[in-house]
């Protein structure tokens, strides 16, 4: 049950402006930003069961309130308050509220009725006493301390009224947002399409896990890991697979993508090397803009329109092609997706180690946070594989050049803030 939710991107939506070569980290996003929007179509009426990690296609308005009537927060015993004259004792009637099973009379002024957690409040009462806070003696509550009106009682329509807007379009579906849903009686949701993103790795030295190999040639680190990248943020994977470095593999991979997917993802092939055929292949046949984002790892990125579907050429080494994907692919990702554009949440924190920054490019650092400081990977080479699994998030370094010492704030951003 699809239908267009938007219409298709420009084939001109990377280009650069005339003159542009190095980009700053913060421009190269708000360009992405303001070029790309939804491209996936909608499901409707999709069940609460099956929403987790879905993107909301519409805003949620609230069929009734929550909670739907007054009640009790506490086990005790419900009379008008307040009570300010202390202590007094006040007659109990018989019966009692209890969740599921409410008073339905009215408790006369100047008594007093057992009420239990999450009973509705009687007609005659607005406040609770706890059980432990007073005694029961011969059928007569007796209470000792004062008491605002309302205490101990949760309002009906405190939490949302009736009609409110819940949640808005965009807005990614989790556990805790379920719940809402679930509180106001919403037993279904419309919900954007997944996001299908292709994965293509390139390169005459690179073979697939489980290939024979002989020395020069290295197994594919890029595949499997951007697959499971894709899949973990809430995505489905297209798996490409690989392509040697020649222009009619490359080219045959992107049209078949561009049948399926509604991004595709490439690895290696967009440095200005002779063998560099992602870049060929889109220059001969798409709409391509090399941006040289002032970034280090993953100066090269290949932005491209083929065949109608927008192409992500990441550079080749792992570490580099981590770093961009999570940089500038997720939250491109999320808007393609129907979500909202995001910058990942970042915290300063006092660094452990020392480093002389060169002006002139970002640097991203593979980082982990331990005893309240960040620590960084040993090496910034970014063929190390190693560093990655090390890592449980990433050090920003902005363009300026910075003398980095122990006890310098740094900006960490945990892999979690880019939606892992
Ligand atoms: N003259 C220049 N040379 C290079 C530049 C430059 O600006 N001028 N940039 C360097 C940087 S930085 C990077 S990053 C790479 C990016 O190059 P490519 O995107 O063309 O990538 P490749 O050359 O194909 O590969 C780079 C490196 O990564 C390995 N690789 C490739 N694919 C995989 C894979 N699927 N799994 C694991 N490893 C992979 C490949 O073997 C290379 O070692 O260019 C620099 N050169
Ligand atoms: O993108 Mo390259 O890996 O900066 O080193």
């Not at 007054?70 to 419900?78: E, M």
């Not at 209890?98 to 009725?113: L, N, Q, S």
């Not at 489980?210 to 680190?221: L, P, R, S």
Request: glycine share 10%.
């Amino acid at each position: 049950m699809n239908d267009n939710a938007t219409k298709p991107l420009r084939n001109d939506c990377f280009a650069l402006p005339p003159g542009v070569n190095w980009t700053p980290v913060d421009e190269a996003l708000e360009r992405l930003r303001s070029r790309l929007h939804a491209v996936v179509g909608i499901e409707r009426a999709v069940p609460l069961a099956q929403v987790n990690d879905r993107i909301l296609a519409h805003d949620v308005y609230a069929p009734r309130a929550h909670p739907p009537s007054s009640n009790s927060a506490v086990d005790g015993y419900a009379f008008a308050g307040p009570l300010t004259d202390v202590p007094c004792a006040m007659p109990l009637i018989d019966g009692r509220s209890a969740a599921g099973e409410p008073y339905t009379g009215r408790v006369p002024e100047g008594h007093a009725i057992r009420i239990l957690t999450g009973a509705v409040i009687p007609d005659g009462t607005d406040t609770v006493v706890l059980e432990e806070d007073c005694e029961v003696i011969d059928h007569e509550l007796h209470l000792h301390g004062t008491l605002k009106a309302g205490a101990n009682r949760r309002k009906a329509g405190e939490d949302i009224q009736a009609q409110d807007r819940i949640l808005t379009a965009g807005t990614r579906l989790t556990p805790t947002q379920i719940s809402v849903l679930a509180s106001v009686g919403v037993d279904s949701v419309d919900v954007f399409s997944r996001l299908r993103v292709g994965v293509l790795s390139t390169g005459d030295e690179v073979k697939p896990v489980g290939a024979t190999v002989t020395d020069w040639q290295i197994y594919d680190a890029n595949r499997p890991m951007l697959s499971a990248l894709v899949t973990q943020l809430g995505y489905e994977l297209v798996d490409l697979g690989h392509v040697l470095d020649r222009a009619d593999e490359v080219k045959d991979a992107l049209e078949r993508g561009a049948e399926q997917c509604d991004l595709i993802l490439t690895s290696g092939g967009v440095s200005a090397g002779d063998e560099d055929h992602v870049s060929k292949t889109l220059k001969a046949h798409g709409d391509i803009s090399n941006w040289r984002i002032a970034i280090k790892p993953g100066r090269p990125l290949a932005l491209a329109m083929f065949n109608g579907t927008p192409v992500v050429g990441l550079p080749g080494n792992p570490v580099a092609a981590w770093v961009c994907t999570l940089r500038f692919g997720a939250p491109a990702m999320a808007l393609l997706a129907g979500g909202e554009w995001f910058e990942p949440q970042s915290y300063v924190m006092p660094a452990n180690f020392s480093k002389n920054k060169k002006p002139g490019r970002s640097e991203m650092l593979r980082a982990r946070v331990r005893d309240g400081q960040v620590e960084v990977f040993g090496s910034e080479g970014s063929g190390r594989v190693t560093g990655l699994a090390w890592s449980e998030g990433l050090v920003e370094l902005d363009e300026s050049a910075q003398q980095i010492e122990p006890g310098t704030p740094v900006r960490f951003i945990p892999y979690g803030s880019f939606g892992l």
